[in-house]
């Protein structure tokens, strides 16, 4: 657990900057890419302001990537703006371990169905899990988790 916190601290910590490539996943299983590529589940996006909370990408266009030096892309179109928070928000690996055993929540196995089990929840085959959230409930304060699955 420690060792998880110090790595996604370290990931907060990294500055975000104009001109900077952006992955945000979509989980689609896109088929047009092979499952090794990273946009079988990831979009590419620009960062294209930095404030002192948010920061906004907007997508690039796989036919019209440029990556300049210092691997700096840039990209050309009118593509919607997504405004994103800062990552990390400045917790320390205390406390974003903290803030997960609070937020911690669990399935029980009476709930689960093959479909969630097999995985088929996103792209063409997906079963409806629209309502995945409701399965689960908050950890009781003496429970632990038996198995995690991602």
């Not at 047009?32 to 909370?53: F, I, M, Q, S």
């Not at 210092?70 to 009118?78: D, E, I, T």
């Not at 969630?116 to 309502?131: F, M, N, Q, R, Y």
Request: hydrophobic content about 40%.
């Amino acid at each position: 657990q420690r060792d998880g916190a110090f790595i996604a601290e370290l990931l907060a910590s990294l500055p975000v900057h104009e001109g900077q490539t952006w992955w945000i996943h979509h989980g689609q299983k896109d088929m047009r890419y092979n499952p090794t590529d990273p946009r079988c589940n990831w979009t590419a996006h620009l960062v294209v302001a930095v404030e002192k909370e948010t920061f906004a990408v907007k997508p690039i266009d796989d036919h019209r990537i440029s990556i300049g030096s210092g691997g700096n892309a840039s990209c050309v179109g009118n593509g919607s703006l997504e405004w994103l928070p800062l990552p990390g928000g400045g917790l320390a690996a205390k406390d974003l371990l903290k803030e997960a055993r609070q937020t911690l929540r669990c399935i029980e196995w009476e709930k689960l169905t093959p479909e969630v089990l097999h995985g088929t929840v996103c792209g063409p085959e997906a079963a409806d899990i629209s309502k995945l959230f409701d399965l689960s409930r908050s950890l009781e304060a003496d429970e632990t988790i038996d198995f995690f699955l991602s």
